[in-house]
């Protein structure tokens, strides 16, 4: 049945559309107890949200059957505007004890979680395993990508673009694929590759697994480090002679949802941007001093590529192309254009002087950090500078300037208590305002999160990692949807992300580790169009449908601070 319907896109859809705006209606009057949909860790908090009015709620212990803990239930939030829900909150945080559970109110039932140490183990391995299965120009063998493996695709890129002005082809091949597209934007890739690696140069312990069946596993080099190394061989191909970097390579136009190895159009290599180009000079920055003592070589070409960028953007001290990339016309893929590169340059500037210790860098930091206030919104593929910030904490150079770093501390504190006011006025304790539910939104709350630890690691208030730990929650099950968002993961979790391969392989299930994009309010796509409106509770804007790229399509720059969140908050004590 459902290959028939969805040989027949058009009665799938609509049939498709029609189920999936009931259950949106539906949901309005059911039921529900929401918890994170994996578990907990013992030390920290925990709650169960409801829109059962009732007065308390018992915990049962799945293995025994035993009813092992009663509490209150309180009302938290009435008619809450992202929701349109009354909320209760039901804490169980000082239950402890390791176990599995599931929690009763009266006759209802939430999904069965766990608590135990480390509950974010299997989680945090699919969600980073999730970008081998991004790979491209490689084949995917079976024991590695089991049933989603693939023959090479994409070995023909690329052909410059007739407006690059330049002729003929050059080896762009390798890299991950961006998201549910086949393109490749080092725009996007570079804020993630950037906080992949921060993740590891920030806990080395925590994300330095070698284990997740990748063809890297078990080579003593941290298999997060494998997986970048495979984006970054690319970016290196990337670079112009003159030190600018391309910004991407896309078709024209993007494909139809074929399988890799069958898309075979030309893909065109795109002009040089600053944007590009200093955020690959940060990441080879970055990245040289991460791999210098697993392979010096490679450390010293990323080094390399990072100065040669550098000299390129002393070069053209404006931004380029002039009000930022825009694609060519006839070109309709991704464009990831941002009509300014100081916050790129700042990142690039302050990578290298960590590196290289060069006061010249570190001088170009000293005069522009304050742009943005320092730190006033989280970070995203448009803005970058958070990042610059948190490695100039993090770092242990000794040349910093401590009123820098007060000042920084200062601004991330400042920020974050405003998120810690947003954590209380929202009805599922999450992250999002109402202008926040928009394309991507997922990555807001993990992005936000990621301040949230840092706040923590540099006050030890706990108050700040109690809010970020909501909205691992939040993705993990505590969401209107009573579902995770992470493919694979949990009871309850996307079934039609917008991922090409997804779409054509003819595998009912999806490659999991994926985490979709989320609630988009702003409703991007003709699907969220058809199901909502308006007036539409911002947080329940989102389909599980294929057709709904603005908030089902899955992304790299979307799972890596996913990784970052996931990782710390299964390992801090
Ligand atoms: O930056 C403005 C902000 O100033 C303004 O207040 C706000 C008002 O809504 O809009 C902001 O721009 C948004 C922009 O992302 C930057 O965040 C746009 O609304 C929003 O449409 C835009 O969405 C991007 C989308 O492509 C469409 O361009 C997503 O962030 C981006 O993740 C997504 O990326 C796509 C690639 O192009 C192709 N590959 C798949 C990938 C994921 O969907
Ligand atoms: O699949 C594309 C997705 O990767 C992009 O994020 C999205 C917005 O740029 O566009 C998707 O492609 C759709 C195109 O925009 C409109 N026609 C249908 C395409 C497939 O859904
Ligand atoms: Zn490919």
Redesign the pocket.
């Known amino acids: 049945m459902y290959e028939y319907l969805k040989k027949n896109n058009l009665i799938f859809f609509a049939l498709l559309f029609l189920i999936a705006g009931c259950a949106a209606n539906e949901s309005a009057s059911e039921k529900f107890i929401l918890v994170n949909q994996i578990g907990y860790r013992p030390e920290y908090n925990k709650k169960a949200f409801t829109n059962i009015d009732a007065d308390t709620f018992e915990i049962v212990n799945t293995e025994t059957g035993e009813q092992i803990y009663t509490g209150q239930l309180k009302l938290h939030h009435k008619d809450d505007p992202s929701t349109g829900e009354t909320l209760l909150i039901g804490d169980f945080s000082d239950l402890k004890d390791a176990g599995n559970y599931t929690i009763r109110i009266g006759h209802n039932q939430s999904v069965q979680f766990e608590i135990s140490e480390q509950p974010y183990d299997d989680a945090y391995a699919s969600a980073l395993k999730s970008f081998y299965f991004q790979r491209c120009g490689t084949e995917l063998e079976t024991r590695y990508a089991g049933e989603f493996s693939h023959p090479i695709c994409h070995a023909q890129d690329a052909t410059y673009h007739v407006s690059t002005h330049m002729d003929g082809v050059r080896d762009m091949t390798g890299g991950w694929h ?4 086949y ?1 490749k ?1 080092i725009v ?1 890739a570079g804020i993630t590759v950037g906080t992949m690696l921060m993740a590891y140069e920030h806990y080395p312990t925590w994300f330095g697994g070698d284990d997740i069946m990748i063809p890297e596993s078990d080579n003593s080099i941290p298999d997060i480090l494998d997986e970048c190394r495979y984006e970054l061989e690319w970016f290196l191909k990337m670079q112009h002679e003159n030190g600018g970097v391309h910004h991407k390579v896309t078709r024209e136009n993007f494909a139809p949802f074929i399988m890799p190895e069958d898309d075979d159009a030309t893909r065109f290599i795109f002009e040089i941007s600053s944007t590009a180009t200093a955020d690959y000079c940060a990441v080879m920055a970055l990245a040289s001093r991460i791999y210098t003592s697993f392979d010096r070589a490679f450390s010293k070409t990323c080094l390399d590529a990072a100065l040669k960028a550098w000299r390129f953007l002393e070069q053209n001290p404006e931004i380029i192309p002039v009000g930022g990339f825009r694609n060519p016309d006839g070109v309709n ?4 254009g941002d009509a300014t590169d100081r916050d790129e340059r700042l990142w690039a500037a302050v990578e290298l002087y960590i590196t290289t210790g060069a006061q010249g860098y570190h001088e170009y930091y000293r005069k522009n950090y304050q742009e943005n206030d320092i730190i006033s919104r989280q970070m ?3 803005q970058v500078e958070c990042l610059a910030h948190l490695s100039y904490l993090h770092t242990d150079r000794q040349s910093t300037d401590p009123k820098i770093r007060a000042e920084i501390v200062n601004s991330l504190v400042s920020y974050c208590d405003k998120l810690v006011e947003m954590h209380a006025e929202s009805g599922l304790h999450v992250l999002l305002q109402a ?1 926040d539910y ?3 939104s997922n990555s807001t709350v993990m992005n936000r999160a990621i301040l949230l630890i840092a706040a923590y690691e540099e006050t030890a208030d706990t108050n700040y990692l109690h809010v970020a730990y909501d909205q691992l929650h939040y993705i993990l099950g505590v969401n209107i949807h009573g579902m995770t968002f992470i493919t694979g993961v949990g009871d309850r979790y996307p079934q039609n992300i917008h991922q090409r391969q997804a779409g054509a392989d003819n595998i009912t299930e999806p490659i999991s580790g994926f985490l979709a ?1 989320g609630a988009n309010a ?1 409703l ?1 796509d003709a699907a969220l169009r058809r199901a909502f409106t308006r007036e539409t509770p911002p947080a329940r804007s989102y389909l599980d449908v294929l057709e709904s ?2 908030s089902n ?1 899955v ?1 790299i ?1 979307w799972n890596a601070p996913l990784l970052y969140v996931m990782g710390y908050l299964n390992a801090v004590r």
């Open positions: 961006d998201a549910g597209d393109g934007y996007n893929t991704g464009g990831y995203s593929w448009p202008n928009e394309w991507g994009g702003k991007q790229y603005a399509e992304a720059n």
